[in-house]
C-alpha cells in the first residue's frame, strides 16, 4: 500500500521571506503544499510566483484571526475587528467573542469569501482549504469552511490533530473528530492523520526524522506534516511573536536528512489533490 504524506508549509505570503522560504523548500526539499493567506502583507508582490511552480499543491489559509487587518472593510464585518479595524490577534479573543455571540457567521463568510476569491484570480488549482490558528475546528467556523468548499468545489480541508497531555490538546482531539465527521459527510477529503500543533515552529534537522516515525507507526495510509519554513533574514515577520524557528525548519526541510527521513518512514510525497474521497 502507497502511504502518501503531505508536507504543507503555511503562512505563503505573510513576508516575502516566508514566502521566498517555502518555494526553496519545495524545489530543494520535501515540502509539496502551502496555505496562502491572503490578507498577508507580502501577498500582492507573492502571489504571482505560485504560477510559476510546478506540482506545488496550493492551499488558502483563511484568516479570522492575526495582527494584520482584513480582506473586506470594518464596516462590512464590524464583528470581526476591533478599534482599529483590525482582526482578534489571537484564537483565544476570537473564541470570547463567539462564545459570547458577537461573531456575525455572514460576516465571516463574507470576509473568508474574499479571501478565498483573492486566491482563485491567480489562476491556480486550490487543493484545500484551512485556517490560520487551526479555527477552522470551531463548529460555527467550521460550517462556514465546508460550505465554501462545496461551493467552490475544492476537494479537502485540513483537520488538525494535536497528541499531548493537555487541555488543548483534548479540545483539538474532540473537535477534530467534529470536523472529520462533517466533512466526510460533505463529501470532502481530509488527511487522516497530522503532525503540526505540537512542532510548530520548531521543527529542525534531529526532530524531522523522529516526527515522520511516530507518524509512521500510526499505521495511516496518508497523514500531513505542517510546517513553518522561512529565511533567515527576514525583518517583516518581527512583529510575529510566536517563537517559531523558520530557518531551522528551512534548513531541515531542504537539508540531507529530508528526503531519506520520508523514505525511511515509508511515506510517498503528495499534496490534498491526490487525497482520495472519502469512503461512504
Not at 502551502?34 to 483563511?62: M, Q, R
Not at 467552490?152 to 470536523?179: D, E, H, K, S, W
Not at 460533505?186 to 511516530?214: N, S, T, W
Request: proline share 5%; net charge negative; glycine share 10%.
Amino acid at each position: 500500500m502507497t502511504r502518501l504524506l503531505i508536507v504543507n508549509a503555511d503562512d505563503y505570503g505573510l513576508t516575502e521571506g516566508i514566502s521566498r522560504g517555502i518555494l526553496h523548500a519545495h524545489r530543494e526539499g520535501i515540502v509539496t503544499s502551502t496555505s496562502t493567506i491572503a490578507l498577508g502583507p507580502a501577498y500582492p508582490k507573492v502571489a504571482k510566483w505560485l504560477g510559476d511552480e510546478d506540482n506545488l499543491g496550493v492551499g488558502v489559509h483563511l484568516a479570522a484571526v492575526g495582527e494584520d487587518p482584513p480582506l473586506l472593510s470594518a464596516r462590512e464585518i464590524p464583528s470581526l475587528v476591533g478599534k482599529r479595524g483590525h482582526l482578534c490577534e489571537t484564537y483565544g479573543e476570537f473564541l470570547k467573542r463567539a462564545l459570547s455571540g458577537r461573531i456575525n457567521a455572514e460576516e465571516l463568510r463574507l470576509e473568508f469569501t474574499a479571501q478565498l476569491e483573492s486566491v482563485q484570480e491567480l489562476g491556480v488549482a486550490i487543493t484545500h482549504l484551512d485556517a490560520h490558528q487551526h479555527l477552522q475546528l470551531w463548529p460555527s467556523v467550521c460550517s462556514v469552511v465546508i460550505d465554501l468548499a462545496t461551493r467552490y468545489r475544492i476537494p479537502a480541508v485540513r483537520v488538525p490533530r494535536f497528541r499531548a497531555r493537555n487541555p488543548v490538546a483534548l479540545g483539538v482531539t474532540v473537535l477534530g473528530a467534529q470536523l472529520a465527521r462533517r466533512a466526510k459527510r460533505a463529501g470532502l477529503a481530509f488527511p487522516l492523520d497530522a503532525v503540526g500543533i505540537e512542532c510548530a515552529g520548531h521543527l529542525d534537522e534531529q526532530r524531522l526524522p523522529a516526527v515522520l516515525a511516530r507518524l509512521a507507526a500510526h499505521g495511516h495510509a496518508n497523514a500531513e506534516l505542517t510546517v513553518h519554513p522561512g529565511e533567515g533574514e527576514d525583518h517583516d515577520r518581527a512583529r510575529y511573536q510566536w517563537g517559531y524557528q523558520w530557518e531551522d525548519e528551512l534548513a531541515a526541510l531542504v537539508g540531507p536528512v529530508a528526503k531519506q527521513a520520508v523514505l525511511d518512514a515509508g511515506f510517498t510525497l503528495a499534496t490534498y489533490a491526490d487525497l482520495p474521497a472519502p469512503a461512504g
